[in-house]
T-cell receptor, first 107, second 112 residues
Framework: KNEVEQSPQNLTAQEGEFITINCSYS?????LHWLQQHPGGGIVSLFM???GKKKHGRLIATINIQEKHSSLHITASHPRDSAVYIC?????????FGTGTSLTVIP | DVKVTQSSRYLVKRTGEKVFLECVQD?????MFWYRQDPGLGLRLIYF???????EKGDIPEGYSVSREKKERFSLILESASTNQTSMYLC???????????FGPGTRLLVL
């Protein structure tokens, strides 16, 4: 049983499209992270959320604590957004990771 | 600016070899983690350490051991590498009370 489920697993979009990646979790959490992993492996943290909504450039992350659900939106997608996006939740001292969504943005 | 470095980006080893993966962080973080990442399985925790000389098993510790002799360095050891340990290995660190993990660039290990 996975504590964190992401959808879709793979996503291909045309440049300029609006993209949504979803994350559902089953445990009580203190915070949720959206991570980005480019080809080559390095992972960077995009957002940390415990409630509401955060925006950074073309990226928007929302979380609904009652529904145990978060979404990552990318507006006006660009080929450089191509990466794996990983949802991770923190409960106590433990991190739980989703399996990631592989996004490819085609020019 | 937090920096987590790993000793190798790519590594090729033979079955039965002893393998050392080194991770160093420069932010005086108490907590350090080793994960492996495999397609379709996501990140899985192998071991973590919350202080020097302290270690705790994660979800998949079998076939691995760790060493934390200094606060900034956390080593992952494969005592006798096997082909099913071919994977991407990621190190991370986090300060006590902090909720952000900082990841290293990863080591892609191939065991032949």
């Amino acid at each position: 049983k996975n504590e964190v489920e992401q959808s879709p697993q793979n996503l291909t979009a045309q440049e300029g499209e609006f993209i949504t990646i979803n994350c559902s979790y089953s445990v009580g959490i203190s915070a949720l992270h959206w991570l980005q992993q480019h080809p080559g492996g390095g992972i960077v943290s995009l957002f940390m959320l415990s409630s509401g909504k955060k925006k950074h450039g073309r990226l928007i992350a929302t979380i609904n604590i009652q529904e145990k659900h978060s979404s990552l939106h990318i507006t006006a997608s660009h080929p450089r957004d191509s990466a794996v996006y990983i949802c991770a939740v923190i409960t106590g001292n433990q991190f739980y990771f989703g399996t990631g969504t592989s996004l490819t943005v085609i020019p | 600016d937090v920096k987590v470095t790993q000793s190798s980006r790519y590594l090729v080893k033979r079955t039965g070899e002893k393998v050392f993966l080194e991770c160093v962080q420069d932010m005086d973080h108490e907590n350090m983690f080793w994960y492996r990442q495999d397609p379709g399985l996501g990140l899985r925790l192998i071991y973590f350490s919350y202080d020097v000389k302290m270690k705790e098993k994660g979800d998949i510790p079998e076939g691995y051991s760790v060493s934390r002799e200094k606060k900034e360095r956390f080593s992952l050891i494969l005592e006798s590498a096997s082909t099913n340990q071919t994977s991407m290995y990621l190190c991370a660190s986090r300060g006590t009370g902090g909720e952000t993990q900082y990841f290293g660039p990863g080591t892609r290990l191939l065991v032949l």
